[in-house]
């Protein structure tokens, strides 16, 4: 069974504009997470889908977005890109929305803004 | 807010010993989840081991266990019989229960030296 992909896997971005990444659960997976991690930040949770519901958000501005389509892929929209926004963005896929369900990471989307 | 803490940034250790990483952990909530991360220099991150709250027992997954003290929120990794491949940054996270959100720890980056 494949794992957890994310797409593009690096991408160059400038400061002001938009970028879409995406994130392909496990087959029969149906909850995506999103986390952001930055040297010093650390990880830090962004929102969580499932059945394309946004069933929780981090605190992270409005800039930052989502959404789960019907088949469990999910993306992340980020506008107006800051230099800070520069961060690996994880993406994590489980089976349900249960907390005993384990949750699979992607290798992630190494993001840069210049 | 639950929060998560690892006082160690580096660690490091002779092939074939046993290194133990700290993490502690602050919550209110009764029930919750705890894990343990690992992120080698490929940057997918990998469940190495986790512990449900309500068990006493404490987990084992091979050459890995945890030392489990509830009351005193403190959450280990022993790491025995340690391999160049276990070098990685190891990452302790929380999960409260009905949630998928995982709240991480700053990390702890652990050197095998042959």
């Known amino acids: 069974k494949a794992g957890v992909t994310q797409t593009p896997r690096y991408l160059i971005k400038t400061r002001g504009q938009q970028v879409t990444l995406s994130c392909s659960p496990i087959?029969?997976?149906?909850?995506v997470s999103w986390y952001q991690q930055t040297p010093g930040q650390g990880l830090q949770f962004l929102f969580e889908?499932?059945?394309?519901?946004?069933?929780n958000k981090g605190n992270f501005p409005g800039r930052f977005s989502g959404r789960q389509f019907s088949n469990s892929r999910s993306e992340m929209n980020v506008s107006t890109l800051e230099l800070g926004d520069s961060a690996l963005y994880l993406c994590?896929?489980?089976?349900?929305?249960?907390?005993?369900?384990?949750?699979?990471f992607g290798p992630g989307t190494r993001l840069t803004v210049l | 807010a639950q929060t998560v803490t690892q006082s160690q940034p580096e660690m490091s250790v002779q092939e074939a010993e046993t290194v133990t990483l700290s993490c502690t952990y602050d919550?209110?909530?009764?029930?919750?989840?705890l894990f343990w991360y690992k992120q080698p220099p490929s940057r997918q991150m990998i469940l190495v081991i986790r512990?449900?709250?309500?068990?006493?027992q404490n987990a084992t997954e091979n050459r890995f266990s945890v030392n489990f003290q509830k009351a005193a929120k403190s959450f280990s990794l022993k790491i025995s019989d340690s391999q160049l491949g276990d070098a990685a940054m190891y990452f302790c996270?929380?999960?409260?229960?009905?949630?998928?959100?995982?709240?991480f720890g700053q990390g702890t980056r652990l050197t095998i030296n042959p």
């Open positions: 994590a896929s489980s089976l349900a929305a249960s907390s005993t369900d384990t949750q699979y």
């Open positions: 087959s029969g997976h149906r909850s």
């Open positions: 889908y499932f059945s394309e519901t946004q069933r």
């Open positions: 919550t209110s909530e009764s029930d919750y989840y």
């Open positions: 512990q449900e709250a309500y068990k006493q």
């Open positions: 996270a929380y999960r409260r229960v009905g949630a998928q959100k995982l709240v």
